[in-house]
């Protein structure tokens, strides 16, 4: 069964400091990945995916992912937090096959001035 | 072109009462699902469906039922409410396509008493 984990509950960053937001996965063959963010109240976003090819990948907002398979990992980055990125961010792993997706239990981002 | 709608907004239930939820798509997309949002938690799904009178479970699907009659709607039900039902219902719909994403609702917040 496919899982997703993301260690950090709530981080809080300086604006303009750096971001890394860790997710690790668990699937049998090469993933489906996605981020998304959700602002309180709203829908989810999606910032970026990864299916194949590049394991860089860019997303919107200045957003990146880079996957790395020997590690299980999909972590979200951004070298300069804006105030206005302070969400909860999700990171998802998308069966293949059946096209079901199970979603971290998220990260929330604070963003001191 | 709305893209993912729910109805209701929000809704206060009576413990043992019913009541359907409403997703609908106007991007012809084959693939719907229902999620629910508990807090601290990521979201999980509750049934799917791959086209026009399919439903399939996802991994938290009792006490719930779904309709797909028409490809636009995807329809949940809850026939005796409970307060663990309490909890935010995403719907979300995707192109038939193994790398299409997902495009999700604004949510629709239950509240069990």
């Known amino acids: 069964a496919q899982s997703v984990t993301q260690p950090d509950i709530h981080i809080t960053v300086s604006e303009g400091a750096s971001l890394e937001l860790r997710c690790n996965y668990s699937?049998?063959?090469?993933?489906?990945l996605f981020w998304y963010v959700q602002s309180p109240g709203q829908g989810l976003q999606l910032l970026l995916k990864?299916?194949?090819?590049?394991?860089l990948v860019q997303g919107i907002k200045g957003f990146e992912a880079e996957f790395k398979r020997s590690q299980s990992s999909f972590n979200l980055r951004k070298p300069s937090v804006h105030w206005s990125d302070a969400a909860e961010y999700f990171c998802?792993?998308?069966?293949?096959?059946?096209?079901?997706?199970?979603f971290g239990d998220g990260t929330t981002l604070t963003v001191k001035p | 072109n709305a893209g993912v709608t729910q109805t209701p907004k929000f809704r206060v239930l009576k413990t043992g009462q019913s009541m359907t939820l409403l997703c609908a798509q106007d991007m012809n997309h084959e693939y719907m699902y229902w999620y629910r949002q508990d807090p601290g938690m990521g979201l999980r799904l509750i049934h799917y469906s791959v086209g026009e009178g399919t439903t399939a479970k996802g991994e938290v699907p009792d006490g719930y039922n779904v309709s797909r009659l028409k490809k636009q709607n995807f329809l949940l039900g809850l026939e005796s409410a409970a307060p663990s039902q309490t909890s935010v219902y995403f719907c979300?719909?995707?192109?038939?396509?193994?790398?299409?994403?997902?495009?999700f609702g604004p949510g629709t917040r239950l509240l069990v008493l």
């Open positions: 998802a792993v998308r069966n293949t096959n059946a096209g079901k997706s199970t």
């Open positions: 699937y049998g063959a090469t993933p489906y």
């Open positions: 979300a719909s995707r192109p038939l396509g193994r790398q299409e994403t997902q495009y």
């Open positions: 990864y299916f194949s090819g590049d394991t």
